[in-house]
């Protein structure tokens, strides 16, 4: 079990009040698929992916990256339990998707990188330091079927 101090909460929680979902997610998504492009695999079905333009403009790289950041809002609902909250989602992109596992830490990089953006000199190293120890427990409880 992970412990939060309140002000790793309190951070986390502000974060995630303060974003758009449907930009900040799309921008990540995009930020991962256009940096690393091998990461695109898993995104047949989306139509254009050719270029950075593509991509980024892509409606269906934007939504799907809403939904991202709408299961890291059930995390940050549920931080004293992230593992179970993360249990059916886990066992679909192990199991169904074939995801690989590296690319969640990947995703994270690019968000945190995104919202690193929008708050400017705000993301100080300690909130980086609990935003990015909230993204790594939610990669770890994403990888846990793959164990």
């Known amino acids: 079990m992970v ?23 799309g921008k990540a998504l995009a930020r991962c698929l256009v940096v690393y492009p091998w990461t695109q695999r898993y995104f047949g079905s989306f139509g254009n992916l050719y270029n950075a333009t593509a991509i980024m403009g892509n409606p269906k790289v934007a ?9 890291l809002d059930r995390a940050v609902k549920n931080m004293d339990n992230i593992k179970a909250t993360y249990a059916e989602l886990s066992v ?16 994270a990089d690019c968000l945190t990188i995104v919202v690193a953006a929008q ?3 705000a993301f100080t ?9 909230f993204l790594a427990v939610a990669v770890s409880s994403l990888c846990r079927q793959y164990h």
């Not at 799907?64 to 299961?71: A, M, N, P, R, S």
């Not at 679909?92 to 995703?107: A, G, I, T, W, Y």
């Not at 190293?125 to 120890?133: D, H």
């Open 3 to 25: 412990e939060w101090t309140e002000f790793e909460r309190s951070t986390i929680q502000s974060i995630f009040s303060k974003l758009d979902y449907d930009v900040a997610g």
């Open 63 to 71: 939504a799907h990256g809403k939904v991202v950041l709408q299961g």
């Open 92 to 107: 679909l992109h192990s199991e169904k998707l074939h995801v690989d596992p590296d690319n969640f830490k990947l995703l």
């Open 119 to 121: 708050m400017g000199a």
């Open 125 to 133: 190293a300690e909130v980086q330091a609990a935003f990015q120890k």
